[in-house]
């Protein structure tokens, strides 16, 4: 499975970006999915999550009221969109997939990687 991620890019601070997350070929309805980041020298971090079914969404406390995670399951892709942006937002982000096999079992898949740059 190949997720692949668009529409980072560079914009200035207090700007707007929307990455996309699909999966050509592949359906992913049955994965929570998720959004990570990891900006230069920096672990790679959590930052947004979405169940499967599209109920339940969860951030990192830094994005809250800024970063919203969304799924359309009919075109199979999820979304994070990203207002107010700032400087420390600047990283590469990944899409992330996992479905859970069993209580000790899952399958996962990342995505290449997109860049975001905030400018102050």
């Known amino acids: 499975v190949h997720l692949v991620e668009s529409g980072g890019g560079s914009v200035q601070a207090g700007g707007s970006l929307r990455l996309s997350c699909s999966a050509p070929?592949?359906?992913?309805?049955?994965?929570?999915m998720a959004w990570f980041r990891q900006a230069p020298g920096k672990d790679r971090e959590f930052v947004a999550a979405i169940s499967f079914d599209g109920s339940s969404t969860f951030y990192v406390d830094s994005v809250k009221g800024r970063f919203t995670i969304s799924r359309d399951k009919v075109k199979n892709t999820i979304y994070l969109q990203m207002n107010s942006l700032k400087p420390e937002d600047m990283a590469v982000y990944y899409c992330?997939?996992?479905?859970?096999?069993?209580?000790?079992?899952?399958?996962?898949?990342w995505g290449q990687g997109i860049q975001v740059t905030v400018s102050s």
């Open positions: 992330y997939a996992e479905r859970r096999l069993s209580p000790d079992t899952y399958d996962d898949y």
């Open positions: 070929g592949y359906t992913f309805n049955d994965y929570a």
